[in-house]
């Protein structure tokens, strides 16, 4: 029997992901923006492998502000948005079909450009996301619910084994949240 290690921050997690209730949810839609450091908002997207274009959400269930699950929306199904497994610099954000398919996640400028969005640091269990611009600076993604609240985008960490899980047949290292940035923004 394999055993896995849990980090305390992990467990929190696990525990709060059990307790929700098995049953159909209220749900808020949240939009997922990257910030430009000059305060715009750039749209992120999930990029099918023909190229097309499909928004990427985040979603409240239940009220839950604790923790919102990402997802790509493509053709009338939520995807799963994870980071793969990779020996990359940057920890590669996707979002996996239902055949295994990987769905490219970028931050599109008002111009068009295309900017790659990456786990680029960890702190424990918790794996920074950001759009990476020009000069290699970094954008913040966040979450924002129709109200204005703004959540931070962060991979999470449940165990220690690099790789986490596997959802249809890719490895997956961490699972992708919406979080508050401070527990004050619970208000």
Do not use: C
Request: glycine letters at 8%.
């Amino acid at each position: 029997m394999k055993h896995i290690t849990l980090t305390f921050g992990s467990f929190l997690i696990l525990a709060t992901l059990l307790a929700s209730p098995l049953r159909a949810a209220d749900e808020k839609i949240w939009h997922i923006r990257a910030v430009h450091p000059e305060g715009r908002l750039l749209d992120v997207k999930a990029i099918d492998p023909q190229g097309k274009l499909h928004p990427v959400k985040a979603i409240e269930a239940d009220g839950n502000l604790h923790l919102l699950d990402i997802k790509a929306f493509v053709d009338g199904k939520r995807l799963p948005v994870k980071i793969l497994v990779s020996d990359d610099k940057y920890a590669p954000v996707k979002a996996i079909g239902e055949d295994g398919a990987i769905f490219a996640i970028k931050a599109f400028t008002p111009e068009g450009e295309k900017l790659d969005v990456k786990g680029v640091s960890r702190a424990g269990s918790i794996i920074h996301i950001k759009a990476i611009g020009p000069q290699g600076v970094f954008y913040g993604v966040k979450a924002i619910s129709p109200e204005g609240r703004m959540y931070d985008v962060k991979g999470i960490k449940m165990f220690k084994e690099r790789v986490e899980t596997k959802v249809n047949g890719v490895e997956v290292e961490a699972h992708i949240k919406a979080l508050p940035a401070a527990p004050e923004t619970l208000k």
